[in-house]
């Protein structure tokens, strides 16, 4: 199981990032794909999550209305829209998938998303 994010970045208030994660060794549209952050001195929390259809998704309050997630199962990628973003969101991303062979998470690296003026 690989996880592989990419495009984190310096951005001002306000602006946008989309970040993406590639996934490989297993089966990409069976799972629920979850990003989350965390940031200095923070436990990681749980920013979204997206069903295996990508027709639904859930967000954590502090997200909800600014960024969006969404999913290529032919691409076997997950992505995170992060718009109209506050300095508060500066943390490492991580994409996560839960229980593919063991009863476990799995992680990719993180991004590092810095917002700042």
């Known amino acids: 199981v690989q996880l592989v994010e990419s495009g984190g970045g310096l951005v001002q208030p306000g602006g946008s990032l989309r970040l993406s994660c590639a996934t490989s060794?297993?089966?990409?549209?069976?799972?629920?794909m979850n990003w989350y952050h965390q940031a200095p001195g923070k436990e990681r929390e749980l920013v979204a999550t997206s069903t295996t259809g990508g027709r639904s998704a859930n967000y954590a309050d502090s997200v909800k209305g600014r960024f969006t997630v969404s999913r290529d199962n032919t691409k076997n990628t997950v992505y995170l829209q992060m718009n109209s973003l506050k300095p508060e969101d500066t943390a490492v991303y991580y994409c996560n998938v839960w229980g593919v062979r063991e009863s476990r998470d799995y992680w990719g690296q993180g991004t590092q998303v810095t917002v700042s003026a």
């Open positions: 060794g297993f089966d990409f549209s069976r799972y629920p």
